[in-house]
């Protein structure tokens, strides 16, 4: 409701504010592969305004992406991120938000024939928010404007030859968001999206000629949020999304609450979501079949859930069941020539086939002691990848297996921590991942693949060396486990890494 794009929903992030006084934090960390962090952050609050300033500087030697070799693909990333907040008086506050990264990144060719094995992209990014709040009690409005940067330049090796990619995005969005509280029980909330999205791309496609594309989209959305009765508590919202290519679209989400006694709650969700094709959808390749037929893709989504807490065994328990499906997914197939027109084929358009996805999710939190926690969580998926099991073409080697790509069927994520003492606590955190379904490269003609199950062991520890000091290490992957997360891209072996941190 709160986004568009928002298919099965969305991640809301509140940037770090300046804590009351004058505060500064250096951490300094080293691990494995060559991995070296630093960090420097700056934060204050007195009287009518806080700000908060932070650098990172991040490298490492990595590993090699593929598994088809072991030279190491370097990484690198220097990042600065300040923001600002001044109280004008008890009605009007300003917030300045700014984010700025610098990274460089090796990365293997996929075909193994297809030698040197030197790609690299050189990237830029930045963004900005300003925003201004008006906070008169009841009424509460902030605008916000929104500007984001990228610059990625690419540079792809390919025998004697490097064929160098740019491409420069930039998203502009004003928005609107208000609340008004009726009473302690009912509140709407609403709000005003305007974007433009933009890129200009200088690639093969292109004959390496710089081209300029741009989409908009403008949306409005009201969610009403009430208590009907002392232990019910119930959303309705609606959303319409326009979108200049491809038309207008109204989405819709209700959700309740039900607390039978304060140990337990009864939970459900009901609601839709669209997707509009992406600026690489549209533009990439020139290869559309027609641009303005191109649907966005559409989800709807039901859960139903109950938290449960034993306060005599110190347990929390919750159980969630789930449904989520969506059509019109948007993708290019290699028998798809729009007529002849693209003789090469892979020409994008919409399937008509549906993804499906249900299961069930189960976590606890026990604490048989003060000083010790255990929780455990599994989830269970069946998938369905219509998109590619259905339509257009599930040519032989394609859909392996009906699981949607990537996804497994089951997974364990479960940790125990335990506080030795006042200053030391360690954890130990283990993961399950069962088989997946993967789509091959050029390297196994472009068959589907399975990627085999495996099972990760990390371990934690943490030392309070003084109200300033802090020092924690990890140990990830103590197994060493040779998995797989995408297909021949091999996931990091056993790493271990230290950080100190001081307080002033």
Same mark, same amino acid.
């Given at each position: $409701? ?44 007195? %009287?009518? /305004? ?5 650098? +990172? ?13 072991? #030279? ?38 996929? &075909? ?63 928005? $609107?968001?208000?609340? /008004? ?39 409005? /959305? ?9 232990? =019910?508590?119930? +959303?309705?919202?609606?959303? $319409?999304? +326009? ?41 990439? #390749? ?16 039901? &859960? ?19 449904? =989520? ?11 798809? +020539? ?5 003789? #090469?084929? /892979? ?41 590619? !099991? ?8 394609? !859909? =392996? ?20 003492? %006042? ?76 950080? $100190?941190?001081?307080?002033?």
């Amino acid at each position: $409701l709160y986004g568009s794009g928002a298919l099965a929903g969305t991640v809301n992030i509140f940037s770090k504010k300046g804590r009351d006084g004058h505060n500064k934090n250096i951490g300094v960390s080293t691990g494995s592969r060559g991995t070296k962090n630093l960090n420097i952050s700056f934060d204050g609050k007195q %009287e009518n /305004y806080d700000y908060f300033l932070e650098f +990172t500087n991040f490298s490492t030697d990595g590993q090699s992406s593929m598994i088809d070799n072991d #030279e190491s693909d370097r990484y690198r990333n220097d990042s600065i991120t300040a923001n600002m907040g001044y109280n004008i008086n008890d009605v009007f506050r300003v917030e300045n938000y700014l984010r700025y990264s610098d990274y460089f990144l090796e990365y293997d060719e996929v &075909d193994a024939d297809n030698l040197p094995d030197d790609n690299n992209t050189d990237d830029q990014e930045a963004s900005y928010s300003g925003r201004l709040i008006i906070d008169n009690g009841n009424l509460k409005n902030t605008l916000f404007y929104n500007k984001t940067i990228f610059q990625r330049n690419v540079n792809n090796y390919s025998g004697a030859s490097i064929l160098k990619d740019n491409f420069k995005s930039e998203r502009n969005a004003i928005n $609107l968001l208000g609340e /008004y509280n009726f009473n302690l029980n009912t509140k709407i909330v609403y709000g005003l999206d305007n974007e433009s999205d933009q890129v200009n791309m200088n690639t093969y496609y292109t004959d390496y000629k710089y081209i300029t594309k741009k989409e908009k989209i403008y949306s409005q /959305y009201v969610d009403l949020q009430l208590r009907p009765t002392e232990k =019910l508590f119930s +959303t309705i919202g609606f959303r $319409l999304d +326009t979108h200049q290519r491809a038309g207008t679209y109204e989405t819709a989400r209700a959700t309740f609450a039900y607390k039978t006694d304060n140990n337990t709650k009864l939970r459900s969700t009901l609601g839709t979501g669209v997707r509009f094709a992406s600026l690489d959808a549209y533009h990439y #390749e020139e290869s559309v079949m027609d641009k303005s037929s191109l649907k966005p893709e559409e989800s709807k989504s039901f &859960d139903i859930g109950i938290d449960k807490l034993f306060t005599k065994y110190n347990l929390d328990l919750s159980a969630t069941l789930f449904y =989520l499906e969506y059509v019109n997914h948007i993708v290019d197939w290699k028998g798809n +020539t729009d007529g002849g027109k693209q003789t #090469e084929g /892979y020409v994008v358009d919409n399937t008509n086939a549906k993804v499906k996805s249900k299961g069930v999710e189960i976590a606890s939190s026990w604490n048989p002691k003060s000083d010790l926690n255990i929780k455990f969580g599994y989830a269970f998926t069946d998938s369905y990848a219509g998109d590619v !099991c259905d339509d257009p073409e599930p040519a032989a080697g394609v !859909c =392996l297996d009906e699981q949607t790509l990537r996804v497994p069927q089951h997974s364990i994520n479960s940790s125990i921590n335990k506080k030795i003492t %006042e200053k030391t606590d360690v954890s130990m955190l283990l993961k399950y991942v069962s088989e997946r379904r993967d789509i091959g490269n050029a390297n196994n003609s472009y068959l589907d693949v399975i990627l085999s199950d495996y099972t990760t062991l990390d371990l934690l520890g943490n030392y309070k060396i003084s109200d300033n000091y802090n020092l924690n290490f990890s140990l990830t992957n103590f197994l060493d486990e040779d998995y797989q997360e995408a297909y021949q891209y091999g996931a990091p072996g056993r790493s271990f890494n230290f950080n $100190l941190r001081k307080s002033f």
